[in-house]
C-alpha cells in the first residue's frame, strides 16, 4: 500500500514529467529524420555504389554500429568545443544518437533494396528511365515497404535511446526524473516506474502508427506471410 | 542504311563461355522478326544487347539510324524508343495497371499527369483490359500481367518492341490471350523481335525466322520456307524436335 501512496505522490510530478518527454519526443523526431535520410543514403550507396563508394559506406556504417552510443554522445557533445565550437545538447544528441540510428536503418534498407527483384529495375531501366529515377519511382517505394517490419524495430529502439541523452545535458524526462529523486529519494522507485509506463505509452503508440503504415500501403494482392494472420 | 534496326556482329561473353559469336541480322520497318532456337544459344542475350540492358563486347547495333552501341548515344533516349517485354512481365507490383503503363510516358518523357492518363486507358482498351486500370499486378492472372506489360511498352509510342519469351512463364490456357495482342500488333503495322517457342505464331506471324543455335544465326528464311524445307540439318532437327513437343500450330 505504501507503494501505491508513493505512486500517487509521484502523480504530482507527473505534468513535469510529461513536459520533459516532449523534449524526447522531439530527439526522437530529429534523430529518425537524420537516421532515415542518411541511413536510406548509406544503403543506396552500399548496393548501387560500386567499388569505393561502397567501400565508404560500410565503413560509415561500421564505425557507428561499433562504437557504445554513451561514446558516441560524449564525442559529439565534448568533441567540438575542443576546436571552440559550442554545440548544444539538443543538436549534440541528434547527431549522436541519428548517425548511429542511420548505420542501423541502412541495413534494414539495404536488406529490402536487395529483396526486390532485379527486373524491377531492368524493367524500369528499359523503358528508358536512369538510374536515379528507377531508383525513385520503382526501387524504393517497393523497398520502404518491406522495410517497415524491420523499421518498427529500430524505432522502438531509439525511442529508448534518447534517454541516454540525459548524460549531455539535455533537459530530458531522465534529467527531470533524477531530480525527483534527488529531492525526494524516497519516490526513486515510483518515479522511475512512471517513466517506464511513459515509454511503455511511447512504444506502444509509434508501433500501433507503424502497423496502421503498414496496413495502408500493403500492396492489395500481394499478401505478406502473416501479416494478416495467415498461416501458410 | 535503310532498315530500322540494324544488328551487326554483335558478340557477348560471360566468363568462359562466349554466349553470343558474332549475330548480324536487319529488321525493315514494319516487319516481324522471330527468333527460334534450343535454350542457352543467347536469344535473350541477343534480344538484351539491342537496347543495352546487357552491354555487348563487340559488335554494333543501330536503330533508326543512330548507333546505339556508340558511347556518346544516351541509352536512356534509345531505350524510350525500344519497347521490352519480359518472359516475367516484370511489372511494378506497388503500381495498379494504369500507373504501370502511364509511369514511362509521365517519367521518361514528361508528358501531363491527364493526358498520360488518357493515353494508358486506350493502351490498355487497345490490350483487352480497359475495364483492369485499378488492378495491381498481383490481382491480375499471368496473361493478363503480361498484356499490361504490353501496354506499358506502347504507351511509349516505340519504334520497335523486342518479346523475350513472353508466353514462355504463362500456362497453356491464357497463351493464347497474349498471342492475340501480338498478332493484332503485327498487323497493324508495329515492328517486331520476338524470341519464342511458339511456332505458330512463328509460321502465321513472322516475316522472317531466325534460327540461332549456340551464339550463332544457323539460318534465317520466311517462315514456310524455314518450316518446310529448311537447308540446314540443325533448323530440320531442331523444327522436327519442338513440333513433337508443341505440336504442329504451337
Not at chain 1, 531530480?179 to 522507485?189: C, G, K, N, S, V
Request: with cysteine; glycine share 8%; hydrophobic share 45%.
Amino acid at each position: 500500500m505504501e507503494f501505491f501512496r508513493q505512486l500517487w505522490e509521484v502523480g504530482r510530478y507527473l505534468p513535469m514529467l510529461l513536459r520533459a518527454s516532449t523534449v524526447n519526443l522531439e530527439l526522437l523526431g530529429a534523430l529518425l529524420v537524420i537516421g532515415f535520410l542518411i541511413g536510406t543514403l548509406v544503403a543506396l550507396l552500399q548496393v548501387y555504389g560500386g567499388r569505393f563508394l561502397g567501400t565508404v559506406a560500410y565503413i560509415y556504417e561500421w564505425v557507428f554500429r561499433s562504437v557504445p552510443a554513451l561514446v558516441l554522445l560524449f564525442l559529439f557533445y565534448f568533441g567540438p568545443s575542443e576546436f571552440g565550437w559550442y554545440i548544444s545538447p539538443f543538436l549534440a544528441a541528434s547527431l549522436a544518437l541519428g548517425l548511429r540510428s542511420s548505420a542501423y536503418q541502412s541495413q534494414i534498407f539495404r536488406g529490402a533494396i536487395q529483396a526486390i527483384p532485379t527486373g524491377q529495375m531492368l524493367a524500369a531501366r528499359a523503358l528508358g528511365m536512369s538510374r536515379v529515377q528507377a531508383l525513385l519511382h520503382v526501387i524504393l517505394p517497393q523497398a520502404f515497404r518491406l522495410a517497415i517490419p524491420g523499421w518498427s524495430n529500430e524505432f522502438s529502439s531509439v525511442v529508448k535511446d534518447t534517454t541516454l541523452a540525459y548524460v549531455v545535458t539535455l533537459n530530458e524526462i531522465m534529467r527531470y526524473a533524477k531530480i525527483i529523486m534527488d529531492r525526494r529519494y524516497d519516490l526513486a522507485m515510483a518515479t522511475f516506474i512512471m517513466v517506464a509506463l511513459i515509454f511503455l505509452f511511447f512504444t506502444y503508440s509509434g508501433n500501433w502508427l507503424l502497423g496502421q503504415m503498414e496496413r495502408r500501403f500493403r500492396i492489395p494482392g500481394l499478401q505478406m506471410p502473416g501479416a494478416s494472420g495467415t498461416v501458410l | 542504311m535503310n532498315a530500322l534496326l540494324v544488328v551487326e556482329d554483335v558478340h557477348k561473353r560471360y566468363g568462359k563461355e562466349e554466349v553470343l559469336k558474332g549475330v548480324s541480322f536487319q529488321v525493315e520497318k514494319g516487319e516481324t522478326k522471330v527468333i527460334i532456337g534450343p535454350s542457352g544459344t543467347g536469344k535473350s542475350t541477343l534480344l538484351r544487347c539491342i537496347n543495352r540492358l546487357t552491354e555487348p563486347d563487340r559488335g554494333r547495333v543501330w536503330l533508326d539510324g543512330v548507333e546505339v552501341t556508340s558511347p556518346k548515344t544516351n541509352i536512356n533516349r534509345i531505350r524510350a524508343q525500344i519497347g521490352f517485354v519480359f518472359q516475367d512481365f516484370n511489372l511494378f507490383t506497388h503500381l495498379t495497371a494504369l500507373d504501370n503503363v502511364r509511369l514511362g510516358p509521365m517519367r521518361v518523357k514528361g508528358m501531363k499527369k491527364d493526358e498520360a492518363t488518357r493515353l494508358a486507358q486506350e493502351e490498355l482498351a487497345r490490350v483487352g483490359l480497359a475495364d483492369k486500370a485499378d488492378a495491381y499486378p498481383a490481382e491480375l492472372s499471368g496473361g493478363q500481367q503480361q498484356r499490361v506489360s504490353i501496354a506499358r511498352a506502347l504507351a511509349m509510342n516505340p519504334k520497335l518492341i523486342l518479346f523475350d519469351e513472353p508466353t514462355s512463364a504463362l500456362d497453356p490456357e491464357l497463351i493464347g490471350e497474349v498471342l492475340q495482342v501480338m498478332i493484332k500488333l503485327a498487323q497493324e503495322g508495329m515492328t517486331m523481335v520476338v524470341v519464342t517457342h511458339e511456332m505458330g505464331f512463328a509460321r502465321s506471324v513472322a516475316d522472317e525466322i531466325i534460327f540461332m543455335e549456340k551464339g550463332v544465326i544457323v539460318e534465317q528464311g520466311p517462315p514456310a520456307q524455314l518450316f518446310s524445307s529448311p537447308k540446314h540439318p540443325r533448323t530440320a532437327e531442331f523444327l522436327r524436335k519442338i513440333t513433337e513437343l508443341y505440336g504442329g500450330e504451337g
